[in-house]
């Protein structure tokens, strides 16, 4: 099953299931962008919006985007609001959906299904403003190392979709290449603290 159909699938049921991963990103995005400034918003992998409906309200502009077009029906409906505007994109072809420029660029859980991240940091670095932020919140590799991914259940079947594991200094080696300072990195656990670290956080700056 391709990504884009799987997604699809989920959509009717991703704001309501049990997920941890979820739950834990949406926690991380506010604790970690709280302390950032900013006007202007692209917004990657938006899904259902369960980010947007708070970056909406600490900026003037968000420009989400998605691939899965039913994911987007489901955040059409629960953000309406004027400074918001929705759009289906494919992030890993040329970045022509947009001419924009943003102080934010977010990436939250979709980089596990895409192969080359170094097109992703270099597409996102040159639709920055200068001193502009990349935020990235994934599943932490260390948890993909142990066999998590994403995967959801429906009609019974398991369905577990095709990702890819990327290492930390993967994500580095990335972000430097494509001219990027590091400003924060952060691994963040489940409240027990028994297993390996769920997601890990980025925030790079384009000086």
Excluded at 55 to 64: I, K, P
Excluded at 103 to 132: R, V, W
Excluded at 141 to 150: D, L
Excluded at 153 to 168: A, N
Aim: proline share 2%; net charge negative.
């Amino acid at each position: 099953m391709s990504i884009e159909k799987a997604y699809n699938q989920w959509s009717s049921q991703y704001d309501t299931n049990k997920n941890r991963t979820r739950d834990l990103d949406k926690k991380v995005t506010t604790d970690v962008l709280s302390n950032v400034h900013f006007q202007s918003v692209l917004e990657l992998g938006c899904g259902t919006g369960k980010n947007t409906e708070w970056l909406q309200t600490r900026s003037e502009s968000v420009f989400s985007v998605d691939f899965s077009e039913e994911m987007l029906k489901i955040a059409r409906k629960k953000i309406n609001a004027e400074n918001v505007s929705f759009q289906k994109a494919d992030i890993t072809q040329p970045w022509n959906w947009t001419d924009g420029k943003f102080d934010l660029i977010t990436c939250n859980l979709i980089l596990e299904h895409i192969k080359d991240l170094s097109f992703i940091f270099q597409a996102a670095y040159s639709k920055l403003k200068s001193g502009g932020y990349f935020f990235i919140s994934e599943l932490h590799p260390f948890k993909q190392y142990i066999g998590s991914k994403a995967r959801f259940e429906t009609k019974g079947e398991l369905i577990e979709l095709e990702t890819y594991t990327h290492h930390i200094s993967e994500f580095l080696d990335s972000a430097i290449t494509a001219g990027f300072q590091m400003k924060q990195l952060d691994e963040w656990f489940d409240l027990d603290k028994t297993d390996p670290p769920r997601i890990l956080s980025l925030l790079f700056q384009k000086l």
